[in-house]
C-alpha cells in the first residue's frame, strides 16, 4: 500500500523506471522532485553520496568526494533517484571542488526553494592535500537566514581526523 496517490508521483519518472539512463554531462534537468506531505513541521533530509567523481578543468584528471547535503524542505523535495543521477551526471564535468559544491547547492535551490540547505564536499587528497568546501543558504526573510549564519560561524569547529578518508 502506498501513502501516496497517483497525483502526488505523477512527476516522478526515475525512480522505478529499468531503463535508466546515465547522463556523462553535467545534467541539473535530469532533477524531480515531489510535495512534501509535513510542511507544518520543519525536519531535516540528508543525503550521503560517497561516490561522486569530476574532474578537474586544468588537468582532466579525475576527484573523488563524499558529498553530504541537508535541506529543511519547503513544499518540494527532490525525488532520491534523480539526485543520485544529477550527481552522477557530474563525472566529465571540469570544475573546481568549491564551484561542484556551489553548483549542487544552487540547483537545488533553484529546484525546492528550501527553507534551509547545506553542502558539503569532502575530496579524497590529490597532491598531499585534501579540500573539503562547505556551503549553506538560508530562505530570506525566515529564521534560516539567522540558523545558515550561525551554522557557517560554527562549521567544522571539530574536523575529523586526516586518517578517516
Known amino acids: 500500500m502506498s501513502g501516496r496517490n497517483n497525483e502526488e508521483t ?12 546515465y547522463d556523462f554531462n553535467y545534467n541539473p534537468d535530469i532533477l524531480e522532485t515531489f510535495i512534501n506531505k509535513h510542511q507544518d513541521n520543519d525536519y531535516f533530509v540528508k543525503f550521503n553520496c560517497p561516490e561522486f567523481t569530476s574532474l578537474c578543468p586544468i588537468t582532466g584528471q579525475p576527484d573523488f568526494a563524499t558529498i553530504t547535503i541537508s535541506y529543511v524542505p519547503n513544499v518540494n523535495m527532490v525525488e532520491s533517484k534523480s539526485l543520485k543521477l544529477y550527481l552522477f551526471s557530474f563525472r566529465n564535468h571540469g570544475d573546481f571542488h568549491e564551484d561542484c559544491i556551489n553548483i549542487i ?29 562547505y556551503c549553506n543558504y538560508g530562505q530570506a526573510h525566515t529564521k534560516w ?17 586526516v586518517d578517516n578518508r
Not at 528550501?114 to 575530496?123: C, D, Q, R, S, T
Request: charged share 25%; net charge positive; proline share 7%.
Open 105 to 133: 547547492m544552487k540547483d537545488l535551490i533553484r529546484l525546492m526553494d528550501p527553507k534551509y540547505i547545506e553542502v558539503w564536499g569532502k575530496f579524497t587528497p590529490r597532491g598531499g592535500i585534501s579540500i573539503d568546501p
Open 145 to 161: 537566514v539567522d540558523i545558515a549564519f550561525n551554522r557557517m560561524a560554527n562549521h567544522d569547529l571539530y574536523p575529523e581526523k
Open 10 to 21: 505523477v512527476g516522478i519518472t526515475l525512480l522505478g523506471n529499468q531503463g535508466t539512463k
